[in-house]
């Protein structure tokens, strides 16, 4: 019977096939934690007398949450990792180095890996064809200490999508539209395997987004198999020799399949406070907006601030409106000064600030005011996620952000794109 990608991925740990529904103990390539559940997992292992790393070079403790640390409490639990970090030899990932998933992708992942992370994006390294997953602190502090951890083979959902994006449509719009679509609990405990034409076109950093919002369909990981783009891009990381090609086998068994014409769709927007409350554009715009907030694992890479940038050049923000902008990494931000974007984006009146999670989980940088509204680029639309259970979040792709912090208001991006009709010369009369 053929396989999908979860399957060989796992199987190929298990070292025996494996199918849907089986549950297995296998080893563990990568492993991370943030500030926020680092703690957690180190304070469980300290319990048990087990301060130790399997694999230490492949065990990654990030500093990204609240990074800055903004408090007292939040600045212990940072003295807590660096101190497990020095004991037992794990990575550590200081302030300002930026989000775990993006350096976990840039600096340590590989095709066929199976990653655990404290932390429900984890699996965003999907994007590399890795069997990436999060997990509680606990699993996670095990399978750090012992280099294993059990898993049960999800069952998949193929989603193939062809077609070509209508200009000012992204992939944030395919997978916010893909969550709309089957709910917030549609894919609970399943596989994403992403396929077709589309996603074969698609930019690495364009799958990240994919990948990374699959848990906000319950997902358990979103998957996309390797190709050249994985491999250029693991070239461009220096870990060209570590690609691997993966593939589904054609007569994979799917649990269903789901199909979107990518030139059908539209920006999407999703409403407070849920990611699958899901309207088109048309119904958002309009909407006036306190804060823009561009940045996190979902849309903080050097591709989403060259379409932000491109879009606010030349133009004014609202004076209204704040623009908040952090960079995913370091290397993202490094690359956006080189490019100059960050230069345009301060002069157009945007807030910069270190790589790492910025506003998105709360804690620090952008809390909202009562009654405030943000559009961001995150993940995530929680009541009270940026801080303040009075504030309303919408989500959207880094295009409809720009074009919002311009308006103030939410706005279409295909209104950037539509090439205004060349003025047509009347010919002059002759003189007679
Ligand atoms: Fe979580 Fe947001 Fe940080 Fe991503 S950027 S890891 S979603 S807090």
Redesign the pocket.
């Given at each position: 019977m053929g396989k999908t990608l979860a399957e060989k991925i796992i199987g190929s740990h298990a070292q025996k096939e494996v199918t849907a529904g089986e549950i297995v103990l296998v080893p563990v390539d990568v492993c991370l934690t943030?500030d926020g559940t680092g703690p957690l997992a180190i304070r469980q292992l300290q319990k048990i007398n087990l301060e130790k790393a399997a694999n230490p070079k492949k065990t990654v403790l990030f500093l990204?949450?609240a990074a800055p640390s903004p408090r007292r409490e939040l600045a212990n639990d940072h003295i807590t990792i660096r101190k497990f970090a020095e004991k037992t030899g794990a990575c550590l990932s200081e302030v300002g180095e930026g989000?775990?998933?993006q350096i976990i992708s840039e600096s340590y992942l590989n095709p066929g890996d199976i990653l655990i992370g404290a932390?429900?994006?984890t699996c965003t390294g999907g994007a590399l064809c890795a069997f990436s997953t999060g997990m509680g602190s606990t699993d996670v502090a095990v399978g750090l200490a012992l280099g294993k951890t059990w898993l049960r083979v999800p069952e998949t959902f193929k989603v193939e999508v062809n077609g070509k994006f209508p200009p000012g449509v992204y992939p944030k719009d395919l997978i916010l539209h893909l969550i709309g679509m089957i709910g917030a609990d549609g894919a609970t405990y399943k596989a994403l395997e992403f396929c077709g034409d589309t996603i074969k076109k698609m930019s690495m950093s364009g799958r990240l987004t994919l990948s990374n919002m699959a848990v906000e369909a319950g997902a358990k990981a979103g998957l996309i198999a390797s190709d050249e783009t994985t491999k250029k891009f693991l070239q461009a990381q220096g870990r060209g020799s570590k690609f691997k090609k993966i593939t589904a086998d054609k007569d994979a068994v799917y649990e269903r399949v789901i199909e979107i014409d990518a030139s059908k769709l539209v920006p999407a927007v999703a409403f407070p406070h849920t990611v699958d409350n899901i309207k088109p554009i048309s119904e958002a715009k309009g909407i006036k907006i306190d804060q823009v907030f561009i940045?996190?694992?979902?849309n903080?890479r050097l591709e989403d601030l060259k379409i932000a940038t491109e879009i606010i050049k030349g133009k004014k923000k609202h004076p209204k409106t704040r623009m908040i902008i952090v960079p995913a990494s370091k290397a993202v931000f490094l690359d956006a000064i080189k490019a100059g974007y960050i230069k345009t984006l301060v002069e157009f009146g945007a807030t910069i600030m270190a790589p790492g999670?910025?506003p998105?989980?709360g804690v620090h940088e952008g809390i909202l005011g009562d009654g405030e509204a943000c559009l961001a680029t995150?993940?995530?639309n929680f009541k009270g996620r940026m801080g303040n259970t009075e504030g309303f979040i919408y989500l959207a792709s880094p295009a409809t952000a720009a074009v919002t912090a311009i308006k103030g208001e939410i706005a279409d991006p295909r209104g950037f794109f539509t090439k205004k009709k060349p003025v047509k010369k009347t010919a002059k009369k002759k003189k007679r």
């Open positions: 943030q990204d949450h989000v775990c998933h932390d429900s994006h940045g996190t694992c979902t903080g999670c910025g998105c989980v995150m993940n995530r």
